[in-house]
Each structure stands twice: as structure tokens, then as C-alpha cells.
């Protein structure tokens, strides 16, 4: 069964802090995405990475970006954390063998940013 | 641009009634469609997609082009069925998807 960690279930972090989330996979997939849920708003894409080193700008990747090091991890990371990036933020990876997988997404971490 | 509309926020019914969650898209090519639930403490998690035609929990969905719709229906609601129903629609190389904001099911016993 595919495993994605996330990192942390609940964060609280300062204004203009720099903050990392993390997430990991064990199934070898090569996709990897971050979401933020918010609710009225669903999932919206923050950043998405195909492949080690790779990554593609999601719906609101403003005040973000990521880091893909490893296949299995993948980093988004807030440069200068604001009050309107508190939210739950979820993690998720897909197997790519040319059709469309379905996505397997971690618990999520809670993030408040004071 | 692809979008992925869900245009209820709270669908409400008693256990035992017939449940249709709905979910209307727009996008020019081929799209594959999904259905993800979140029951209350748990991880998001794939219900159903529509290329596989299954049912999942008694759970169906058809994907209609003509309307450009994926309605997810069930006949007869259980109270287990209460989570949060989110539809997504995949398309491009790299797999991205696009969620519509969900639908919050409450099954009334």
C-alpha cells in the first residue's frame, strides 16, 4: 500500500518566518504535488514535480516554492510565512506509466501561522 | 483552461435515500475523471475514476460528454456515506488535476 508521510500534523509558525514542509513517498512514484485546502475553495494546486530536481508552477504558487532533491521527497517551503497561508496543506504522489493514476495523498499538516 | 464545478456545498439526506452528488467540468480534450472522499479524521483517498466502471460503496458514476458531467449517485444512503466528496478531472503529461471545491454529504439517520 502506498505510504505518503507528511512531515508534521500541526505547525504553528511566526509571521515572516521560513517554513518547510516536508513529505515523503515509498512507492517510487514519480510525481509529487502540494495542495493547500481550504474550505469553499477545495484543493487548489500550489506546485507539482515530475521527476528529481523538476518542478512546475500549480494555481497559487505565489509565497511558495519546492524542492525535489530525492524522488521520494519532496519540500514546499514558505520564503516569508503570512497570515493568508494559514491552512491545511496536503501532500500527495502518482505513479506515471503513461495514463493517468490516481493521486495518493498523506494526512495533511495544519499549519497557523501567527 | 480546465475547471471542475461542484455546485453544492452541503447535500443533506435521510439514510436510505438515493444520494446524487453532481459534478459539471469543462475542458477541450479527453478528460479523465475522478471521484476523492474524505471521511472525517482521514487522508483523502481516490473512491472512484471513471475509466475503471466500477461501483465502490454501492457508489457509481457515468461520465457524460454530451453534458459535460460525472455525477457520482448512490440508491440507497448509509451513514457511513457522511465525508466530504471532491471530483477531479486529470489531463496533460504530468498529471495534473483539477478539483472542484467538494461537496460535504451528511447522511441523517
Known amino acids: 500500500d502506498v505510504k505518503v508521510t507528511q512531515s508534521s500534523r500541526y505547525l504553528v509558525k511566526r509571521t515572516g518566518e521560513k517554513v518547510f514542509l516536508e513529505c515523503v513517498q515509498d512507492?517510487?512514484?514519480?510525481?509529487m504535488f502540494w495542495y493547500r485546502q481550504d474550505p469553499g475553495l477545495g484543493l487548489r494546486l500550489i506546485y507539482f514535480?515530475?521527476?528529481?530536481?523538476?518542478?512546475e508552477k500549480g494555481d497559487i504558487p505565489e509565497g511558495y516554492s519546492v524542492s525535489r532533491e530525492k524522488k521520494e521527497r519532496f519540500s514546499l517551503i514558505l520564503e516569508s510565512a503570512s497570515t493568508n497561508q494559514t491552512s491545511m496543506y496536503l501532500c500527495?504522489?502518482?505513479?506515471?506509466?503513461?495514463?493517468?493514476?490516481?493521486?495518493?495523498f498523506g494526512d495533511g499538516t495544519r499549519l497557523s501561522i501567527l | 483552461a480546465q475547471r471542475v464545478t461542484q455546485p453544492e456545498k452541503l447535500l443533506s439526506v435521510f439514510k436510505g435515500a438515493p444520494v446524487e452528488l453532481k459534478c459539471n467540468y469543462s475542458?477541450?480534450?479527453?478528460?479523465?475523471l475522478f471521484w476523492y472522499v474524505q471521511y472525517s479524521r482521514q487522508r483523502l483517498q481516490l473512491l472512484l475514476r471513471?475509466?475503471s466502471r466500477e461501483s465502490i460503496k454501492g457508489f457509481t458514476a457515468d461520465l457524460n460528454k454530451g453534458e459535460t458531467s460525472f455525477h457520482l449517485k448512490k440508491p440507497f444512503a448509509q451513514e457511513e456515506d457522511s465525508a466530504m466528496y471532491y471530483c477531479?478531472?486529470?489531463?496533460?503529461?504530468?498529471?495534473?488535476?483539477?478539483f472542484g471545491t467538494g461537496t460535504k454529504l451528511q447522511v441523517i439517520p
Open positions: 500527495a504522489s502518482s505513479l506515471w506509466d503513461g495514463n493517468n493514476q490516481p493521486q495518493h
Open positions: 512507492m517510487d512514484h514519480e510525481n
Open positions: 477531479a478531472l486529470q489531463s496533460g503529461g504530468y498529471q495534473k488535476v483539477t
Open positions: 514535480s515530475y521527476d528529481v530536481k523538476m518542478k
Open positions: 475542458y477541450s480534450g479527453s478528460p479523465e
Open positions: 471513471h475509466i
